[in-house]
Structures are given as structure tokens and as C-alpha cells.
């Protein structure tokens, strides 16, 4: 499956207003509608998460289509991992501990605001990073 990578870059930018205002204001319930929509993006591919249909209805037909595509399984690897801070930063938020909450949760601002500034998907090269490890039990 292919993706849109202007669409990887429109995701990051909500994503990183999304997170910048649970960072200012510690609501819980916002980071669980952000950790939802990376769970989407997870399970049914970046193209069918919230941010990914809305960029194919509302934005794209404005734009064109985009001059190449990419591969999707770093882009979706990357939510995952997105996912996974979110998850730990609403746990911190949950039990009272906010400064695990908001640490996780600017960890995952950062990375999403790589993305959404300069195009650089930290996931996604964790991604092809760990694609080029041997195998455990692998030799050669």
C-alpha cells in the first residue's frame, strides 16, 4: 500500500497542535482522542486514521495528487509508536503522575512536530533502522 506523503505531513501538523495543547493544559481526555486516532492509523492503515480521511476529502482534491508516492508500513509504524507514548503519557495523566504524562507526551510532540516542520518521520526511520537488523538466529 502506498500513501500520500503530504498526507504524512498534514497528520503531524494536527497531531502536534493536538499534543502542544495537552502539554499547556495536561487534558487527559484529549490525549485519548489523540492515542485513538493513532490506534486507527495502526489498525486500519494511515489512510483510513481521521487525519488521513481528512486529508483525502478535504485537501487533496485542492492540491492535485502528489508527485510520488511511499511505501505505508513506515508511516504506520510510526503511529505505533506515536501510540505507544501516548498510551504512557495518559497513564501518567490517569494515576496523578503528570510529569510522566507530559514527558511522554512531548516526546511524542517532538517527534511529530519533525514531521510536520521538516518532514522527517522519526518512526519511520526507527522503521527502516530496525528492518535492516539481522533476524535473531540469522547468520550472514
Known amino acids: 500500500m502506498q500513501v500520500d506523503p503530504r498526507g504524512q505531513r498534514f497528520a503531524a501538523a494536527l497531531t502536534t497542535v493536538v499534543l502542544a495543547i495537552v502539554v499547556i493544559t495536561g487534558n487527559a481526555w ?3 482522542a489523540q492515542a ?6 495502526v489498525v486500519a492503515g494511515v489512510r483510513f486514521s481521521p487525519y488521513g480521511l ?10 492535485g495528487p502528489p508527485a510520488e508516492w511511499e511505501d505505508a508500513a513506515p508511516p504506520r509504524f510510526a503511529q505505533g509508536v506515536g501510540l505507544a507514548f501516548a498510551l504512557a503519557g495518559l497513564v501518567g495523566y490517569l494515576l496523578a503522575v503528570p510529569w510522566i504524562g507530559m514527558g511522554a507526551t512531548a516526546l511524542a510532540l517532538f517527534a511529530a512536530f519533525l514531521n510536520a516542520a521538516f518532514g522527517f518521520c522519526l518512526g519511520c526511520e526507527m522503521y527502516l533502522l530496525l528492518r535492516r537488523l539481522p533476524a535473531p538466529g540469522r547468520t550472514g
Not at 485513538?36 to 492509523?41: E, G, S
Not at 481528512?54 to 492540491?63: D, K, Q, S
Open 30 to 32: 484529549l490525549l485519548a
Open 36 to 41: 485513538l486516532v493513532f490506534a486507527i492509523a
Open 54 to 63: 481528512l486529508f483525502a476529502r478535504a485537501v487533496r482534491p485542492r492540491i
